[in-house]
């Protein structure tokens, strides 16, 4: 309220007793400003059950009732950029679009006066602080504003800057009335309407005005332009999010955390067509921490989460989406599909999977495998169940990642998976065999050594020479010395005899140098062609005996025997 009293001389006069004998509570003055623009900013910024909120304010009022112990009153002079106190400086600002003294200045207050009990009124006085700065669109100035919140505890005194004639109401407590009008008279000059003022009483000069007061210095032309292209360029949408998902972590009120779960099992989706997988993973993730955390939900929206984040999750989601990665409707980065499908759940692996086996698109074919990888990872348990899916492809992917993952308990149902009617899946439940080390399983690639399909044939040789499963060896010397590997393609021929060079028969070194070194009854030698995998073959084995052999026929004349000989003997050792 205006302070229109004598009182203000009285209490004026004992600011001064006081200021004699003591040192004036500067240091208190100025903090107490300082937390005055932090809980301005915080209401601002917060709702009133906002704990940051209450924490500003509560400082801001016990800053005031500390204050009231070494002072009667606050009386304050108000300048363009700072408030004094005693002729000492308080409070200062270079921004007029922050600044507390423009605030007042701009408006026509020259000098105010907190009074004890205004740390009870603190929430109207913010709130019409707020309502000056950032929210006026009835014109009202700050002086109505004050006459309208009719503070008990603060007094203020202004200048009319648009009046008739310009009288100076009486001074307040703590102010001083010649410094005061020394001010006004400063900024304004002599009342209009005087007689020493030409100009026809009642009207209003250009000159009445300041316009400095308004103008913009190019530093602050600078900030203003850097904020409008801050605000253009800002992620409206992760903002949304984040903040409807801070009001989510408010176990208070579940009717509103109700509300937002609702909204999100919209927008989710919606994303999702609009190919905003970036805010979408961003949401979903929020999502997941939350439901790991436990107690911000009740018992009903803790489900309803966990159904939600199923759903995303469900082959039926998966497979549109990525229907609509490869119609090219949706073309998200790498990075974007990425950290959308690594929030996956379990749901998605088989849809996944089947895309990152099948897909002809070079560069989204390693994120989906990324991402089963993770998802396998997390649950093991889903990816052995897999191996029994009714899709071949899913189940050959299957295989593939139980073994390069090395998931336990995985070798019976890739034994049984050995005499898939698809070759694909027997070749990758043979190959998973090999990388999991799965002795549950290493006797069923035996029978596979005479599968109806060669590249069986072959996936089972190479696999149990890479376990040197021994129990083979009767079946691999089978092979080696029948008609069919002679009748085999050379490929095939390789990986059957390096297979037996690997298993470590102790009858090996004296088959292979037979072939390799020895005649017939009637004085021929084996084939090029097999006598070179022989070589191979015992490069495989790698005894001192092998080598032995392996040089008697170092000076080989055929050139395909030689070259192989050479390769064997340069790898030969290495198995010991």
Request: charge should be negative.
């Amino acid at each position: 309220m205006t302070d229109t009293s004598h009182e203000g001389a009285a209490a004026a006069g004992g600011a001064a007793e006081w200021a004699e004998g003591d040192i004036l509570p500067l240091v208190a003055v100025r903090e107490l400003f300082v937390t005055f623009s932090k809980a301005l900013r915080a209401f601002q910024l917060y709702d009133e059950n906002n704990p940051v909120y209450q924490r500003f304010v509560s400082a801001l009022r016990q800053s005031f009732e500390s204050l009231w112990k070494e002072l009667p009153a606050l009386p304050l002079l108000v300048e363009e950029d700072r408030l004094v106190f005693e002729e000492a400086e308080v409070y200062a600002s270079d921004s007029r679009s922050d600044s507390l003294a423009f605030l007042f200045f701009k408006d026509g207050i020259r000098a105010l006066e907190f009074r004890p009990g205004i740390e009870d009124e603190l929430e109207p006085f913010l709130r019409v602080l707020l309502r000056a700065r950032h929210g006026r669109t009835d014109g009202d100035d700050l002086i109505t504003l004050f006459w309208e919140a009719d503070l008990q505890n603060l007094r203020y005194q202004f200048v009319d800057l648009t009046a008739e004639g310009y009288e100076m109401p009486d001074a307040g407590q703590g102010a001083s009335m010649q410094v005061l009008q020394e001010v006004v008279e400063g900024e304004l000059g002599p009342a209009s309407g005087s007689e020493s003022d030409p100009q026809a009483a009642g009207s209003v000069s250009q000159d009445d005005f300041n316009p400095t007061l308004y103008a913009l210095d190019p530093r602050e032309m600078d900030q203003l332009r850097t904020e409008i292209r801050r605000e253009m360029e800002r992620d409206v949408r992760t903002d949304v999010a984040a903040a409807l998902m801070d009001r989510l972590e408010e176990p208070e009120n579940p009717e509103r955390q109700r509300e937002i779960l609702s909204i999100f099992r919209t927008l989710l989706p919606s994303l999702l067509s609009r190919g905003h997988l970036l805010h979408a993973a961003l949401i979903l993730r929020e999502l997941r921490m939350l439901e790991s955390r436990g107690g911000v939900l009740g018992p009903l929206l803790a489900r309803d989460l966990t159904r939600l984040v199923d759903e995303l999750s469900s082959p039926e989601t998966v497979y549109e989406l990525v229907r609509a990665l490869e119609d090219g409707t949706l073309q998200p980065t790498p990075d974007e599909l990425g950290r959308y499908l690594a929030q996956l759940r379990s749901g998605a692996l088989a849809p996944l999977l089947r895309a990152s086996e099948l897909t002809e698109l070079r560069e989204i074919q390693p994120v989906l495998r990324g991402a089963v990888e993770g998802i396998a990872r997390e649950n093991p348990d889903r990816t052995r169940e897999l191996l029994g899916d009714d899709d071949a492809v899913v189940v050959a992917g299957a295989a593939r990642l139980v073994g390069r993952l090395g998931v336990a308990d995985s070798g019976g149902a890739l034994a049984e998976l050995t005499q898939h009617p698809d070759p694909g899946v027997r070749i990758a439940a043979i190959e998973a065999t090999a990388e999991l080390r799965a002795s549950t399983a290493a006797g069923a690639l035996i029978e596979a050594l005479r599968d109806s399909h060669r590249e069986v044939r072959m996936a089972a040789a190479r696999a149990l020479g890479v376990l040197r499963y021994r129990p083979a060896a009767a079946r691999f010397r089978e092979i080696v010395l029948s008609k069919e590997v002679r009748n085999a393609e050379v490929s095939e021929k390789i990986a059957f005899f390096e297979g037996y060079g690997q298993i470590g028969d102790p009858q090996a070194v004296s088959v292979l140098s037979r072939m390799l070194n020895g005649r017939s009854f009637l004085g021929r030698k084996e084939s090029a062609e097999l006598r070179a995998c022989a070589a191979l073959a015992l490069g495989k084995v790698g005894s001192p005996e092998a080598m032995t052999a392996l040089r008697a026929a170092e000076q080989e004349d055929d050139a395909v025997v030689r070259s192989a000989v050479g390769r064997a003997l340069r790898g030969g050792g290495a198995a010991g």
